[in-house]
């Protein structure tokens, strides 16, 4: 298993930028791929990131693609996720979630940190 523990939310102006920090511990040796998703009230979980944990090949959904950056640090055991030019529609909790394997689903999951853009 995988520990996650996100961090970095909060309340920002639409068009402001915030940072989300993800710390994975425990088998990260075997992780094969870390998303970022997004649940807001109301609505269903929706991904939102991928990034490769060997060899960095990255993911976005259309939403976010141009605004937010996937990026990690293997070393530190730390995914990050880059958000700028935020709208209010970001506004979600946001979790982190590691996979396995290539052939696995997202089977460990973060607390998620609460996100919140206001216009």
């Known amino acids: 298993q995988v520990h996650l523990v996100e961090s970095g939310g909060g309340l920002v102006q639409a068009g402001g930028s915030l940072r989300l920090s993800c710390a994975a511990s425990?088998?990260?040796?075997?992780?094969?791929?870390m998303g970022w998703f997004r649940q807001a009230p109301g609505k269903e979980r929706e991904f939102v990131a991928a990034i490769r944990w060997s060899g960095g090949s990255t993911y976005y959904s259309d939403s976010v693609k141009g605004r937010f950056t996937i990026s990690k640090d293997n070393a530190k055991n730390m995914v990050y996720l880059e958000m700028n030019s935020l709208k209010p529609e970001d506004t979600a909790v946001y979790y982190c979630?590691?996979?396995?394997?290539?052939?696995?689903?997202?089977?460990?999951w973060g607390q998620g940190t609460q996100v919140t853009v206001s216009s």
């Open positions: 425990g088998r990260t040796f075997s992780t094969y791929q």
């Open positions: 979630a590691a996979r396995l394997g290539a052939l696995s689903e997202y089977g460990n």
